[in-house]
């Protein structure tokens, strides 16, 4: 491209061989007709299956394609950051190419953008697509987090949105390594406007997140954004503390006043081990933050690039 693209479109590809023909004749149809110049930008991290040689295929055929290649797989937040960090636009819009959030939505961004917002996100209506359970764990996790949270995250709200490039500058801001892109999206702040939309189910192929990796994903926001669950457990204690103080008390006094010997072995046991097992969930919750520490501490980089093909490209 002769100059800089007005749009980036910011793509983290994760074993999505299956469907990247269809995103990319998709996208680039709806791109062609918004009048601004535009690059596809597509994040292969450690993809398993094809999908970097179906993305060189499909660069070839599309000069519009930049493909970042990370040396490994090291999950979508980073490889989220490594497109925004890697970005020309001056509008950068991270989308997924299972094609659940629908490309005709970016003529509402660029409309909003337009009337003057930095940052132009998409709710979904409903969440008719997913399971029961995904949508009953998908409530409980945004309502928990936002009361707990000094920063609140838009329910039903994913990555798919369009930010300013002083938007993505701000967010560049932020050092840590264990990222939660929701979070730090909502954190940077900046003139928002909300756009509403159904999602489609997946175009082709299975998601990569399952059940075990939607749980850890919930901690990592909670933990990245909240002390809360350490005060929890501060008053947690006080609260068992005085309570014991206080069955102690009565014990003693039934003891000294009325004579009462005191049995009872199996309630003893039964305390002990209550008390045994508050402390070592206490103790998960402080090593949750105490890990995040230790992992910050090293100070390693979010993403590391093996290859950058738009180089060789220019290099044509």
């Known amino acids: 491209m002769s100059q800089a693209p007005v749009i980036s479109i910011v793509c983290p590809c994760f074993n999505e ?21 535009y690059e596809l930008l597509f994040i292969n991290d450690g993809s398993k299956d094809n999908t970097f040689s179906v993305l060189k295929k499909l660069q070839g055929e599309n000069r519009h394609i930049r493909i970042i290649n990370l040396s490994r797989n090291f999950g979508k937040e ?9 970005a020309l636009g001056e509008v950068i819009i991270p989308i997924d190419a299972d094609l659940q ?11 909003e953008w337009k009337n003057g917002y930095d ?18 764990t998908a409530s409980l996790f945004y309502k ?11 329910d039903n709200v994913g990555d798919f949105r369009l930010i300013t490039r002083k938007v993505v500058t701000a967010i560049q801001l932020l050092p840590e390594n264990q990222r939660f892109m929701k979070g730090i999206f909502s954190w940077v702040g900046f003139n928002t406007k909300v756009v509403e939309y159904t999602r489609a189910p997946r175009a082709a192929g299975e ?37 014991s103080f206080i069955y102690g008390s009565i014990i003693i006094l039934k003891t000294l006043i009325m004579g009462h010997d005191v049995p009872g072995y199996p309630s003893l046991i039964a305390v002990v081990l209550f008390l045994g097992g508050i402390q070592l969930v206490g103790l998960g919750v402080m090593g949750e933050y105490i890990g995040r520490l230790y992992i910050e501490s090293k100070r390693r980089p979010t993403y590391i690039l093996e290859k950058d093909t738009s180089n060789e490209k220019d290099a044509e």
Request: cysteine-free; charged content about 20%; glycine content about 4%.
């Open 78 to 86: 980073a490889a989220m950051t490594a497109g925004l960090d890697q």
């Open 17 to 37: 061989q299956e469907v990247l023909e269809t995103f990319t004749s998709k996208i680039t149809d709806i791109l062609s007709t918004t009048g601004y110049t």
């Open 207 to 243: 998601t990569s997140f399952n059940g075990w990796r939607l749980w850890n994903f919930a901690l990592d926001g909670i933990t990245s954004f909240s002390t809360v669950p350490l005060r929890i457990w501060l008053y947690i204690g006080l609260f068992i503390s005085f309570a």
């Open 144 to 154: 928990f987090h936002n009361s707990i949270a000094q920063v609140e995250i838009p």
């Open 101 to 111: 959030d629908p490309p005709e939505l970016i003529h509402d961004f660029l409309l």
């Open 119 to 136: 940052v132009v996100v998409a709710r979904r209506k409903d969440r008719s697509s997913d399971s029961l359970a995904k949508k009953i």
